[in-house]
């Protein structure tokens, strides 16, 4: 009697390359989250329709049979094609939806950033939605990590460094930012030693690298900073310079954020600069993603 393709589905050939890696019908439901009853039964069908016994189970175990054998990389390949088929449907489907989620956690600004690669990007891909994505302090990949965001605009250093790919977009010194009646502030630049028994204001201890990058520890010589406070968002940070419970270190494109009334920025001699990039996760291949990564790049500065 012929078999017809049809007879035979996915789940079956999945439930079959369970049992068939594991060799241990409790841990192969277990993985699959069906009941053991349910998975033999799946298999024994299987079997029938096939024709021939596809595992030997005996006291010792269970194991695979020539005919099992036979059928486990047709049964791999067979399925691997299958969800290269579904990532290829989310894919179309995602540019059929045509909507690119932009997370940042403070507005990149800078010149007219957003707006320029919004330009380069929807000339390669019209129809495209851009949707911007407000993320609090405390998660320094922006919405990346949790899949909210597709792509980000974030600080380095990043965690979790592989997961992520990226092109820098900005390239810019640390200034320090002071409350105006601070004895410092009357300068017009200063030496990072200057400010090495200054109280700092420390962003969440849930983002160690960024808080690092942002006290300067590579420049600290080993001393330990003195935390004066700590800041989640750019009005906290503004109220604190203004409160006197600390300095804090800011790039200088974000420096018009706290540059208002009561607080100064100075130039700080001593420090590397800090970079600004716009990340994605390294495992998304999406063509939008890849597409606004590359008018991204394409606007990349000189000096980075």
């Known amino acids: 009697m012929g078999m017809t393709t049809s007879d035979v589905h996915g789940r079956d050939l999945r439930y079959f390359l369970a049992v068939a890696e594991e060799l241990h019908f409790t841990r192969a439901a277990e993985r699959l989250y069906v009941s053991q009853p349910a998975l033999s039964k799946q298999?024994?069908?299987?079997?029938?329709?096939?024709?021939?016994?596809?595992?030997?189970?005996?006291?010792?175990?269970?194991?695979?049979?020539?005919?099992?054998?036979?059928?486990?990389?047709?049964?791999?390949?067979?399925?691997?094609?299958?969800?290269e088929g579904r990532e290829a449907v989310r894919r179309a489907r995602e540019a059929a939806d045509g909507t690119l989620v932009v997370g940042m956690s403070t507005?990149?600004?800078?010149?007219?950033?957003?707006?320029?690669?919004?330009?380069?990007?929807?000339?390669?891909?019209?129809?495209?939605?851009?949707?911007l994505r407000q993320v609090a302090w405390d998660d320094?990949?922006?919405?990346?990590?949790?899949?909210?965001?597709?792509?980000?605009?974030?600080?380095?250093?990043?965690?979790?460094?592989?997961?992520?790919?990226?092109?820098?977009?900005?390239?810019?010194?640390?200034?320090?930012?002071?409350?105006?009646?601070?004895?410092?502030?009357?300068?017009?630049?200063?030496?990072?030693?200057?400010?090495?028994?200054?109280?700092?204001?420390?962003?969440?201890d849930g983002v160690p690298e960024l808080r690092d990058h942002w006290l300067a520890l590579d420049a600290r010589g080993g001393r330990p900073p003195v935390i004066g406070a700590e800041i989640g968002g750019v009005d906290e940070t503004y109220e604190a310079l203004v409160g006197g419970l600390g300095v804090c270190l800011v790039a200088a494109g974000n420096a018009p954020l706290l540059a208002r009334e009561g607080v100064v920025v100075r130039p700080v001699r001593g420090l590397t600069p800090s970079h600004l990039v716009l990340a994605w996760r390294a495992d998304d291949t999406r063509p939008l993603v890849r597409g606004y990564a590359r008018a991204a790049a394409e606007l990349r500065p000189r000096e980075a």
């Open 43 to 83: 298999i024994r069908a299987l079997e029938r329709q096939l024709g021939a016994p596809l595992f030997d189970r005996d006291r010792r175990g269970v194991a695979l049979t020539p005919v099992g054998t036979a059928l486990l990389p047709h049964a791999r390949a067979a399925l691997a094609a299958w969800e």
């Open 107 to 131: 507005s990149p600004g800078r010149g007219g950033l957003l707006p320029a690669i919004r330009s380069r990007f929807t000339e390669a891909h019209p129809g495209v939605r851009l949707k």
């Open 140 to 204: 320094p990949t922006a919405g990346l990590a949790d899949g909210g965001s597709d792509v980000a605009f974030v600080w380095l250093p990043l965690a979790g460094a592989d997961r992520f790919r990226w092109v820098v977009v900005a390239a810019e010194p640390r200034l320090v930012a002071l409350p105006a009646a601070h004895p410092l502030a009357a300068r017009e630049s200063l030496d990072f030693a200057d400010l090495l028994d200054e109280p700092f204001l420390a962003l969440p």
